[in-house]
């Protein structure tokens, strides 16, 4: 478990090595940095590598290719029989979302998930990654 304290001779001894543990702990330690990091480094030879044209890419592109990406994994999971992927991959042919907008390709991926969740109907023109939940009702509430 810990390690056992020393015999102490008398109060005092105790008093200073509590003490002393106190004050050990007080340290603070010094803050990290990248292993790479040197004192010559400076904020203007970093600023040098980012005003590369190659190296930079319009936040857009980045996005447009994420969703890209994800309506793909999406894709692949729905067509293994994965319920809510379905219901995501049918969510994003309706909203255009990663994706060209195809109200037909939404609605046979919604028919599918609707063989095994019937409240997918309730979610289907909703954004993607939207789910259905116990919250949401048909009922209004007073």
Same mark, same amino acid.
């Given at each position: ?36 990091? @040197?004192?010559?480094? &400076?904020? !203007? =030879?970093?600023?040098?590598? +980012? ?55 939404? @609605?046979?991926?919604? &028919?599918? !998930? =609707?063989?095994?969740?019937? +409240? ?23």
């Amino acid at each position: 478990m810990g390690k056992r304290l020393p015999e102490p001779k008398s109060l005092e001894d105790v008093a200073r090595y509590a003490a002393d543990r106190i004050r050990r702990t007080r340290v603070a330690k010094p803050p990290l940095r990248p292993a790479a990091w @040197n004192k010559e480094t &400076t904020s !203007a =030879s970093v600023m040098n590598l +980012a005003d590369l044209p190659e190296a930079s890419v319009p936040l857009k592109e980045v996005v447009a290719d994420c969703a890209r990406r994800w309506f793909q994994d999406a894709l692949k999971e729905a067509r293994s029989g994965d319920v809510s992927m379905q219901i995501l991959v049918a969510q994003m042919y309706h909203s255009g979302y990663g994706v060209a907008k195809n109200e037909q390709k939404a @609605n046979v991926w919604i &028919t599918k !998930a =609707s063989r095994y969740r019937s +409240a997918v109907w309730k979610v289907s023109d909703k954004h993607p990654g939207y789910n259905a939940s116990d919250s949401d009702s048909d009922e209004e509430k007073n």
